[in-house]
C-alpha cells in the first residue's frame, strides 16, 4: 500500500500513524539537512509533541546539497511521511511519522528558504549538517580559506552552506526588526551549541559588526546531546517494509530501539514542550555530551578501521569476534573513561555495557563503512581530545593509539586481503597521498594540522609509541596486533 495522508487509517492495522491532524499542524522548526538521523531521532520527538496536541511545532525540513533532491522528491510523493522501522533483538516495529510538515530543496531555490526562515511562525532553526557542514579548521575557528563560506560571503543572498543560511536568514529578521529564532544544533560535536554560536558570530562579523553584536545579545544557541544508531537505509529495508508491514515507503529509516535527547535549557523565542516528549530539558549538558561523543562515537571509529582491515563489513559481526568486542571495552575503560567528568544521574560501567549491546545489535547490523567515513572530521572531536588528556596525566593512550594506527592503515586504501578500500573523506587525497609516504614513521599524516593541529605530533613518545603500532599492524596484521594490545 502506497503511503500517503489518504492510506493512513488502513496502515494504521500494521504499523503506528500519528495520533494528530496533519492538516491542522503549522510548521514552528526548520530542519538542515534532512537525512536519515533528523529522521530516526528529532523529528520522532516532534512527533510525540504533536500528538500531545502541540500542533504549532511541525518541521519544515530543507535539503541542503545537490543530491538531496532525489530524496526529497520522495518524500514529498509521500506527502512527506516516512516510516521508521524500529529493530530490537525481539522484534521490528513500525511507526509512520508525520511531523515533517513541509520540505524544500536549498539549492533549487535558496531565495524561497530564506523567505521561509523569514517566517515568524519559525521559532527555531536546527541542523543535522554533519562535522563538515561547520565549515571549520583545526582550531574550530571559522575557515575562511572554504571555497563555499567565500562564495557566501561574496552573495548572502543566494547561500550555500548552513552557516550562510543562518546568518542571512538573521540578518533579514534584523533588517525587519523581527525576533530571532533559536540556532539548535543535533550533530555530534562537543559543545555544538557554543560551537555554532562562534563560528556564526565569526560569519556574520565578516558580514557586519553591528550584525554580530545583534546576534552575540538576541540569539540563543543551546547545546544538545543526541543518541540513536541510524544505519544507511538500503533497498533490503524497503523491500522489508513492504514485505512485512505492507507499506510502500520510497526513502524509510531504519534504527535501533533505543533513542536519547539530552538539550540545553537556553531557547530566545519559545519551544515545544520537549519535556513532554522523552527529552530531558536541563542546565548543563557538557558532561552528557563528552561521554556520548568519546564513548560511542570514538568507539565507533576505534572499531571501524581495524574491523574493516580484518574483513568485517557489518558492525555486529565485527563485535561477535571477542578480539574486536574486548579492544573495545578496554578502549572505552582505560583510554576514555578516566578524561570523563561525572556525569549526573549516569552509572558509566552500566552505559559502557549498553553500548557494547547496542553495537552488537544483529537486527541493526550497523555498517563498518559508514562508520569509517569522515575520519578526519570525526577524530579530532572523538579520539585525539582524550589522547592529550591521557598524555597529559599519565593515563593510558595505548588502545587508541592502535585505533589511529588502524585508521592510518586503512587511508593506504587497501585491506589486508589487497582489495581496494573506497575512502570516503573531505581530505581523501591529501589522506591516501600522506598514508602512502609513510611507510615507517607517521610524519606526513601527523603534519596534516587541519586534523592534528600542532601540539599532539610534537609529542616523541605518543609518535614513537603511534609508528610502532603502525609497523605492528604492517607486519604482523590486525590479529596480532589485537591479541599483543589485550595481552
Same mark, same amino acid.
Given at each position: 500500500?502506497?503511503?500517503?495522508?489518504?492510506?493512513?487509517?488502513?496502515?494504521?492495522?500494521?504499523?503506528?500513524?500519528?495520533?494528530?491532524?496533519?492538516?491542522?499542524?503549522?510548521?514552528?522548526?526548520?530542519?538542515?539537512?534532512?537525512?536519515?538521523?533528523?529522521?530516526?531521532?528529532?523529528?520522532?520527538?516532534?512527533?510525540? !509533541?504533536?500528538?500531545? *496536541?502541540?500542533?504549532?511545532?511541525?518541521?519544515?525540513?530543507?535539503?541542503?546539497?545537490?543530491?538531496?533532491?532525489?530524496?526529497?522528491?520522495?518524500?514529498?510523493?509521500?506527502?512527506?511521511?516516512?516510516?521508521?522501522?524500529?529493530?530490537?533483538?525481539?522484534?521490528?516495529?513500525?511507526?509512520?511519522? *508525520?511531523?515533517?510538515?513541509?520540505?524544500? @530543496?536549498?539549492? /533549487?531555490?535558496?531565495?524561497?528558504?530564506?523567505?521561509?526562515?523569514?517566517?515568524?511562525?519559525?521559532?527555531?532553526?536546527?541542523?543535522?549538517?554533519?562535522?563538515?557542514?561547520?565549515?571549520?579548521? /583545526?582550531? &574550530?575557528?571559522?575557515?575562511?580559506?572554504?571555497?563555499?563560506? &567565500?562564495?557566501?560571503?561574496?552573495?548572502?543572498?543566494?547561500?550555500?552552506?548552513?552557516?550562510?543560511?543562518?546568518?542571512?536568514? +538573521?540578518?533579514?529578521?534584523?533588517?525587519?526588526?523581527?525576533?530571532?529564532?533559536?540556532?539548535? /544544533?543535533?550533530?555530534?560535536?562537543? *559543545?555544538? *551549541? @557554543?560551537?555554532?554560536?562562534?563560528?556564526?558570530?565569526?560569519?556574520?562579523?565578516?558580514?557586519?559588526?553591528?550584525?554580530?553584536?545583534?546576534?552575540?545579545?538576541?540569539?540563543?544557541?543551546?547545546?544538545?546531546?543526541?543518541?540513536?544508531?541510524?544505519?544507511?537505509?538500503?533497498?533490503?529495508?524497503?523491500?522489508?517494509?513492504?514485505?512485512?508491514?505492507?507499506?510502500?515507503?520510497?526513502?524509510? !529509516?531504519?534504527?535501533?530501539?533505543?533513542?536519547?535527547?539530552?538539550?540545553?535549557?537556553?531557547?530566545?523565542?519559545?519551544?515545544?514542550?520537549?519535556?513532554?516528549?522523552?527529552?530531558?530539558?536541563?542546565?548543563?549538558?557538557?558532561?552528557?555530551?563528552?561521554?556520548?561523543?568519546?564513548?560511542?562515537?570514538?568507539? @565507533?571509529?576505534?572499531?571501524?578501521?581495524?574491523?574493516?582491515?580484518?574483513?568485517?563489513?557489518?558492525?555486529?559481526?565485527?563485535?561477535?569476534?571477542?578480539?574486536?568486542?574486548?579492544?573495545?571495552?578496554?578502549?572505552?575503560?582505560?583510554?576514555?573513561?578516566?578524561?570523563?567528568?561525572?556525569?549526573?544521574?549516569?552509572?558509566?560501567?552500566?552505559?559502557?555495557?549498553?553500548?557494547?549491546?547496542?553495537?552488537?545489535?544483529?537486527?541493526?547490523?550497523?555498517?563498518?563503512?559508514?562508520?569509517?567515513?569522515?575520519?578526519? &572530521?570525526?577524530?579530532?572531536?572523538?579520539?585525539?581530545?582524550?589522547?592529550?588528556? &591521557?598524555?597529559?596525566?599519565?593515563?593510558?593512550?595505548?588502545?587508541? #593509539?592502535?585505533?589511529?594506527?588502524?585508521?592510518?592503515?586503512?587511508?593506504?586504501?587497501?585491506?589486508?586481503?589487497?582489495?581496494?578500500?573506497?575512502?570516503?573523506?573531505?581530505? /581523501?587525497?591529501?589522506?591516501?597521498?600522506?598514508?602512502?609516504?609513510?611507510?615507517? #614513521?607517521?610524519? @606526513?599524516?601527523?603534519?596534516?594540522?587541519?586534523?592534528?593541529?600542532?601540539?599532539?605530533? +610534537?609529542?616523541?613518545?605518543?609518535?614513537?609509541?603511534?609508528?610502532?603500532?603502525?609497523?605492528?599492524?604492517?607486519?604482523?596484521?590486525?590479529?596480532?596486533?589485537?591479541?599483543?594490545?589485550?595481552?
Amino acid at each position: 500500500m502506497q503511503l500517503n495522508n489518504a492510506n493512513l487509517e488502513l496502515i494504521s492495522q500494521t504499523a503506528h500513524t500519528p495520533e494528530y491532524d496533519r492538516s491542522q499542524v503549522t510548521c514552528g522548526i526548520m530542519h538542515m539537512s534532512i537525512g536519515g538521523f533528523h529522521r530516526s531521532h528529532q523529528a520522532v520527538y516532534v512527533d510525540n !509533541v504533536l500528538a500531545k *496536541g502541540h500542533s504549532n511545532w511541525g518541521i519544515c525540513a530543507i535539503g541542503l546539497m545537490p543530491q538531496d533532491k532525489d530524496n526529497i522528491e520522495k518524500l514529498q510523493q509521500q506527502d512527506n511521511l516516512y516510516t521508521v522501522l524500529e529493530r530490537s533483538a525481539e522484534a521490528d516495529t513500525a511507526r509512520i511519522v *508525520g511531523s515533517i510538515i513541509e520540505t524544500m @530543496h536549498a539549492p /533549487s531555490s535558496p531565495e524561497a528558504v530564506l523567505n521561509r526562515l523569514a517566517d515568524d511562525n519559525i521559532k527555531i532553526l536546527s541542523l543535522t549538517v554533519t562535522e563538515k557542514g561547520y565549515c571549520f579548521d /583545526s582550531n &574550530q575557528d571559522l575557515d575562511q580559506s572554504n571555497a563555499f563560506i &567565500q562564495e557566501d560571503l561574496a552573495n548572502l543572498s543566494v547561500p550555500k552552506t548552513a552557516l550562510g543560511y543562518i546568518v542571512s536568514a +538573521l540578518k533579514n529578521r534584523k533588517d525587519q526588526s523581527q525576533s530571532p529564532f533559536t540556532v539548535m /544544533s543535533c550533530d555530534n560535536l562537543p *559543545g555544538n *551549541g @557554543h560551537l555554532t554560536q562562534k563560528l556564526v558570530l565569526q560569519f556574520a562579523e565578516l558580514v557586519d559588526p553591528e550584525l554580530a553584536t545583534w546576534i552575540q545579545e538576541n540569539v540563543s544557541f543551546p547545546n544538545s546531546m543526541v543518541d540513536r544508531i541510524t544505519p544507511v537505509t538500503t533497498n533490503e529495508i524497503v523491500e522489508t517494509i513492504k514485505a512485512k508491514f505492507q507499506i510502500e515507503d520510497a526513502w524509510p !529509516v531504519v534504527c535501533e530501539d533505543y533513542i536519547q535527547w539530552i538539550l540545553e535549557d537556553n531557547f530566545c523565542n519559545g519551544k515545544p514542550p520537549f519535556e513532554e516528549a522523552g527529552v530531558q530539558v536541563i542546565v548543563d549538558v557538557d558532561p552528557y555530551e563528552k561521554m556520548k561523543v568519546r564513548l560511542l562515537n570514538g568507539s @565507533h571509529s576505534a572499531l571501524a578501521y581495524l574491523s574493516y582491515l580484518k574483513g568485517y563489513r557489518n558492525v555486529d559481526k565485527a563485535m561477535a569476534d571477542p578480539l574486536i568486542k574486548n579492544f573495545v571495552r578496554s578502549y572505552m575503560d582505560q583510554d576514555i573513561t578516566p578524561t570523563i567528568p561525572e556525569v549526573p544521574g549516569i552509572n558509566l560501567d552500566e552505559y559502557k555495557d549498553k553500548l557494547i549491546e547496542r553495537f552488537a545489535n544483529p537486527a541493526i547490523s550497523d555498517q563498518v563503512q559508514r562508520l569509517a567515513e569522515d575520519g578526519s &572530521q570525526k577524530i579530532p572531536i572523538s579520539i585525539l581530545p582524550c589522547i592529550a588528556s &591521557q598524555l597529559e596525566n599519565g593515563g593510558s593512550t595505548k588502545f587508541a #593509539t592502535l585505533a589511529l594506527a588502524g585508521w592510518f592503515r586503512y587511508l593506504t586504501a587497501v585491506d589486508e586481503e589487497l582489495k581496494p578500500i573506497e575512502i570516503k573523506d573531505p581530505l /581523501s587525497e591529501k589522506l591516501i597521498a600522506s598514508a602512502k609516504l609513510d611507510t615507517k #614513521t607517521p610524519l @606526513h599524516l601527523l603534519g596534516i594540522t587541519e586534523i592534528f593541529g600542532t601540539h599532539l605530533p +610534537l609529542n616523541d613518545n605518543f609518535v614513537k609509541d603511534l609508528a610502532s603500532s603502525m609497523n605492528q599492524i604492517k607486519q604482523d596484521g590486525v590479529e596480532k596486533s589485537l591479541e599483543e594490545a589485550l595481552n
